[in-house]
């Protein structure tokens, strides 16, 4: 119930290309979903975040689709570049506790220039 | 402004001794929040701290963890009597007063290695 499911682990993409990154969800109390970018050796930054209200959310590259009734989200990298080469998490956290947020697993991106 | 401090980055202990990791919030921040990852996973919640409270410590292991956050200072992770299975990297976000998720910032971390 309180997982967050991320698909795939690994991705590889040519320049250019669009980078599609898959979670699903059970719980659906859940109420708030961010995506977080993390570089080697640094901290999670947060990317773009949606709550359930909203089936999309766009900023500048990134898109966030979010499912409802398939309680699924997905992020969209159009245009992808070798900086965005990452590991990239989703998350999820409940208005009851919001501050803890619970994470997918994690998918690391490659883009091939 | 600086963001979340960590430190050290790199931490390196025998099987038994004792780990202290540290964490300095975010100027105006008063809320604290300790996170685990272990490699090729994501991160796990362990605490929730605000300055001399311990909010929630559901994801803290009974044992050898704990965490504080005095009223001057750092945070502060304590990990005693180290195990392999500790190896792992710890990750502290702050957040401004009113708390949540929502406006986490997360320092880049202590890499643990337990030998």
């Known amino acids: 119930q309180q997982q967050v499911k991320q698909s795939p682990q690994s991705l590889i993409v040519q320049k250019g290309g669009i980078s599609i990154i898959n979670c699903a969800y059970e719980?659906?109390?859940?109420?708030?979903f961010p995506w977080y970018q993390q570089f080697p050796g640094k901290g999670p930054a947060l990317l773009i975040a949606?709550?359930?209200d909203v089936s999309e959310k766009k900023e500048g590259r990134f898109t966030i689709s979010f499912n409802k009734s398939a309680k699924q989200f997905s992020l969209h990298i159009m245009d992808s570049q070798p900086g965005d080469s990452a590991t990239y998490f989703c998350?999820?956290?409940?208005?009851?506790?919001?501050?803890?947020?619970?994470w997918g697993a994690g998918t690391k991106l490659i883009i091939k220039p | 402004n600086a963001g979340v401090m960590q430190n050290p980055r790199h931490l390196v202990r025998r099987r038994g001794q004792e780990a202290r990791l540290r964490c300095s919030p975010m100027k105006g921040h008063s809320h604290v929040y300790w996170y685990r990852q272990l490699p090729e996973e994501g991160l796990k919640f362990m605490v929730y701290?605000?300055?001399?409270?311990?909010?929630?410590e559901s994801g803290m292991p009974k044992e050898r963890f704990s965490a504080e956050f005095p009223k001057e200072g750092p945070s502060i992770l304590r990990i005693q009597q180290v195990v392999r299975g500790d190896s792992a990297a710890y990750f502290c976000a702050s957040s401004p007063p009113g708390g949540g998720s929502y406006g986490y910032t997360f320092g880049s971390g202590t890499r643990l290695t337990v030998v």
């Open positions: 949606i709550r359930p």
């Open positions: 701290l605000q300055k001399e409270n311990i909010i929630d």
């Open positions: 998350a999820a956290s409940m208005m009851d506790s919001n501050y803890q947020l619970i």
């Open positions: 719980n659906t109390a859940f109420d708030y």
